[in-house]
């Protein structure tokens, strides 16, 4: 029999053997957490003028003494407004934040340092000025034909202010992939069918779309639901290979029924690995046909179809998204409860994980949740994360320090 792989190390070796992501072109609109394809130059020096930064007043710096003097008003800028007129001496406009500071003029003097002057149409400052004061100057920001954003930036809000800046309207992205999703199983019903006292209903194909969703991708192509016969899964496996990630629940562990995985190699799928060492979710089966499906087969209990989702499907779509890490890294946090272990397997426990207060400062805290076994939604229906127990017997107390993987907060 072959040996379980660590979770880690299948995890790296389905991301060794995903494909390379495609090229799309997105509206801006719809571009936030895409991955850039492409670099973004400037098509204009940022700002492209100099502009003032307080409401005030420009001026030439040499018309003020150290003190200060008085200036003839002459008009006055608001942003947006085109100011030809050259500033001579002994002159000064009033200007908004924003506006172009007008030729001649190399300083602006904030409003409340100034009053009226003696006279109609003159301005009293009470201080002097120096030159570039107050005013951002052209391309402080960027030149012209800079890069802005290299290719494998993750467009976060600033990121996509940026593209409008630019003018970008249609942004270069590395395509999301397809995904398909199949449940497996004589028992299995739809969630809107009454089921028998020996049925259940389909919670994987939501769990697979709930953490899709969650981390930016577009929910599954639902395949339904496919009894335990080889043709009926041979057919409805067949309709998933034209996506590029299939994901099947149910069929992959050692019964009679569980035929999935013969009825892959039949279709072309070439297996990477089969058997994971982590609770729940052991029996996982990994491959691949050269022309670009990637196939998982997931056990049909919930909760391995909730770990694997977050362990292995994240990660690989995010990896075919062109993204540049796998996902959420784990972080340290604090149990709150006592949990005991008893398993040659890496135990992944879904938790409630919050921010505390600690003697040192802010910290994660995770209160493990009910799992009284692979099946147990209700126990782990709070779970924002999961916590990650090393194989072995062994009580973990309250206050212990464990690595979890956050969701969400």
């Known amino acids: 029999m072959t040996a379980m792989l660590e979770l880690n190390a299948a995890r790296e070796i389905l991301l060794a053997h995903a494909p390379a992501p495609g090229r799309a072109l997105v509206p801006l609109a719809e571009a936030g957490g895409r991955v850039l394809a492409e670099a973004v130059h400037a098509d204009r020096a940022i700002p492209d003028c100099d502009r003032a930064i307080m409401d005030g007043y420009a001026m030439r710096s040499a018309d003020l003494g150290p003190e200060g003097g008085e200036l003839v008003c002459v008009g006055e800028i608001r942003a947006g407004d085109a100011w030809t007129t050259l500033i001579q001496p002994g002159m000064c406009v009033a200007i908004m934040t924003g506006a172009a500071v007008p030729p001649g003029a190399d300083a602006v003097v904030k409003v409340e340092q100034t009053r009226s002057g003696s006279a109609p149409g003159t301005v009293v400052f009470q201080s002097g000025a120096s030159p570039g004061q107050d005013i951002m100057p052209r391309g402080q ?59 259940t209903r389909d919670a994987n194909t939501a769990i697979i779309s709930a953490m899709l969703r969650r981390h930016g991708f577009e929910r599954p192509a639902d395949l339904g639901i496919a009894r335990d016969d080889p043709n009926d899964l041979r057919r409805a496996i067949a309709a998933g290979l034209g996506h590029d990630l299939l994901l099947l629940s149910g069929g992959v562990s050692m019964g009679v029924s569980d035929i999935v995985p013969d009825i892959l190699a039949e279709l072309g799928i070439a297996r990477l690995f089969a058997g994971v060492a982590v609770k729940p979710g052991k029996p996982l089966w990994a491959g691949l046909r050269p022309d670009r499906p990637v196939v998982l087969a997931m056990p049909g209990n919930p909760l391995a179809v909730l770990v694997h989702s977050s362990e292995m499907v994240v990660p690989l779509l995010r990896k075919m998204s062109g993204h540049p890490t796998p996902g959420p890294p784990l972080v340290p946090a604090i149990l709150t409860a006592d949990v005991l272990t008893h398993t040659d397997r890496i135990t992944a426990q879904p938790s409630r994980i919050a921010v505390a207060e600690s003697a040192t400062g802010p910290c994660l805290q995770a209160t493990p949740l009910r799992m009284h076994g692979s099946a147990d939604l209700a126990g782990a229906a709070q779970a924002n994360g999961l916590i990650f127990l090393p194989a072995g017997r062994q009580l973990w107390g309250s206050g212990t320090e464990v690595q979890a993987r956050v969701w969400w907060l």
């Open 141 to 199: 920001d960027a030149a012209k034909g800079v890069v802005l954003l290299e290719p494998g930036t993750v467009l976060g809000p600033a990121a996509c202010g940026l593209l409008a800046l630019c003018g970008l309207t249609q942004v270069p992205v590395w395509a999301q992939p397809s995904v398909a999703a199949l449940s497996t199983g004589n028992e299995i019903v739809a969630p809107e069918a009454t089921p028998t006292a020996y049925q």
